[in-house]
């Protein structure tokens, strides 16, 4: 073949379709895993775990997948314009972790039905969009027993955020942990209405402080709490993330989430074509729930009872919501030898006895 | 409700309103400038991290506020030159300065985010503090709060009682009778925003250096915006100003009491109190037309051209 200008170009088209599609053949191998996140990783909290559970897959994965996070993102049309934007950009998994991402993520999820879509703490499914969620309430369960044991005032203090199912279901759990090691116990609750708000959060465990509690524990985003009772001289159990740092005297353990297992499983699951919505409900016994290490300040045969009954929730043995239970007035709810359901719990929207105050409607 | 809680109620609102005093007091000045500067929030937020910043790497509260400060004052540069050089809308560039703001904080304070500082002690005054009841409520605070009831005594001296604080009210009513009789309306103005910007950033830096002594994206929570909200219900003159700043701190420090108690009222309804309380607050000890009329600057938010005479 003469070399003419029209034959090199050609061949170099040829050689750049060819390169082109070996790229894209070898991207096509890796899979694209997108999440969206309602705070900023660095609150130390709710998000900071989800990014420790994309970073475990990242490792777990290596080469096969690849992933982007976008954080702060508004819960509402700015949600579902993020999503749609992942999910036209190639990304065939998407995260979505937050309460309010529930309707958009469905939405988007409906214009494209080939990706997946996994969202948190929600309660809709549908073909393409499944959930997940911690069994948040046994880790409360066990950080109620260490905080029923070390209190002096029998006082415990909650700051939390909204009162839905999963706020409440924690509240409960948390009293009932305290409850079954220490019968005269009380539960105190302060509703700050935002998820995150490290002002708010203060002043409301300056205001339980302030009303007699001496352990302070949370279901906010922010290390505020724990700041605070560091600051105040009294005990404090942080959530979503072990926060000894921000109250090294203070912080008796933490309830945390670990989601590295979960999205390792469901990344892989897509890869091998065998991925399904479902409703995934995990606890300690996957591995979704760790307590952080407790401060050396609680006493041995404490450790040793939350250990053992960490263990019973993890064999099914022990559950923290089977009855005897009763509710504020001292009705029995849940007899003797019965366990919630899931569907039970999902739809809690009661105080157990124990806890004081009433729930906002 | 015994003693020792009500008396930790009222401690707490003190500093509670600590950050709105210095905000509300700052923006008061640049508006009776006639500048609306609507970039409070922003500037309290780049202060805030800017502060942090400085404390962390330094570990002297001077240092922090003077970079807090300096910070507020930047960014209230930004905004001057927009407004009074380059005779942009005031409305709009300080709503930009606010999103700039809030986003240039987050940036900067990516690395910082878990760091926590010892936060800043209370002042011990030898003998006052001592005092029963009277020592814990009014001497027990650290120097930040001191600071802010300093500065409102300043500055209710220079608006009222210095002749520079009448040029400065002067322009703000009249800036081309002003001109007229040779001030620099523009430097003035100038001078009035960079001071609102510094006591903006001052408020955002006691949040995160003494208040919750930590940083995260958005701690301000919109404080800046209250502040702003404040000076007008408060028919921008400084004692009410303070009035409805310790009200609002106030307010929601007893609404997380409130509810600590047991008292049924629902949560949602009180976290809308602090807001409703002292508007309704304000705006009764405010009514007075004539006092309105008095008090507001008459060319607040509109644009000087210095030419056009």
Redesign the interface.
Known sequence: MAISRKNVLSVFIILLCVAGLSLTASAADKLKVGFVYISPIGDAGWTYQHDLGRLAMEKNLGDKVETKYIENVPEGPEAERVIRDLAKSGYDLIFTTSFGYMNPTLKVAKMFPKKRFEHSTGYKTSKNVGTYMCRFYEGRYLTGIVAGKMTKSNTLGYVAAFPIPEVIRGINAFTLGAKSVNPDVKVKVIWVNSWFDPGKEREASEALIAQGADVITHHTDSTAPTLTAEEKGVYAIAYHSDMSKYGPKAHLTAATHVYGDFYTRTAQSVLDNTWKSEQVWTGIKEGSIALAPMNPVVPADVVALVEKTRKGIADGSVHPFQGPIKDQGGKVVVEAGITLSDKELLGMGYYVEGVLGKIPK | MDG??LI??LV?SIA?GTPFVYAALGELVTEKSGVLNLGVEGMMLVGAISGFIAMAKSGSLLVAVLCGMTAGALMALIFAVLTLTLMANQVASGLALTIFGVGLS?FL??KY??I?LP?VPELHIPFLSDIPVAGQLLFSHDILIYSSLVLFGFISWFLYKSKAGLILRGIGEAPKSAHALGYNVIGIRYLAVLFGGAMAGLGGVY?SVA????W??G?V?G?GWVALALVVFASWRPLRVMAGAYLFGGI??AQ??I????I?I???LL?MLPYIATIIVLVLISRDQKSIRLNSPASLGLTYHPNNQ
């Open positions: 020792d809680i930790q109620i707490a509670a987050a304070g990516l985010t878990s926590a936060g949040l208040y919750t002594p930590m995260v994206e701690m929570a404080r929601t420090i997380f009491h509810q600590g108690f047991g049924e629902p949560s949602q976290s």
